[in-house]
């Protein structure tokens, strides 16, 4: 499986961006998906996961309300919808493809996930 993310960029505090990630090698319908990111310094954290059936998802708290996660396993995609950015927000963001339950403790943690993107960057300004 093979991940590419997208979508990244520069925008105010207060601004709008979607992020995008396409799958390809393989449908990616049976991995559960997941968004994290890697603020300047600090260690990836998760943002926000989805599991194999779109339905069942979950945020960490600091993006509740503001972002949210989306798949379309006919297109082999998965999005995460970011609104209201604040500066603390800037981070590089990687999409992940992982077999891991959306009811397991694991579905928070990168080491779960087998499948990276390359990473995209949004820079939010103050």
């Known amino acids: 499986v093979q991940l590419q993310a997208s979508g990244g960029g520069l925008v105010q505090a207060g601004g709008s961006l979607r992020l995008s990630c396409a799958a390809s090698?393989?449908?990616?319908?049976?991995?559960?998906m997941g968004w994290f990111r890697q603020p300047p310094g600090k260690e990836r954290e998760f943002v926000a996961g989805?599991?194999?059936?779109?339905?069942?998802?979950d945020y960490a708290d600091f993006v509740k309300g503001r972002f949210t996660i989306s798949r379309d396993s006919a297109k082999n995609t998965v999005s995460l919808q970011m609104n209201s950015l604040r500066p603390e927000d800037t981070a590089v963001y990687f999409c992940?493809?992982?077999?891991?339950?959306?009811?397991?403790?694991?579905?928070?943690?990168?080491?779960?996930?087998?499948?990276w993107g390359q990473g995209t960057l949004v820079t939010v300004s103050s």
């Open positions: 989805v599991g194999r059936n779109g339905r069942n998802k």
């Open positions: 992940a493809a992982g077999i891991v339950s959306h009811s397991n403790i694991a579905f928070y943690k990168d080491s779960s996930y087998q499948y």
């Open positions: 090698g393989r449908s990616v319908s049976s991995y559960s």
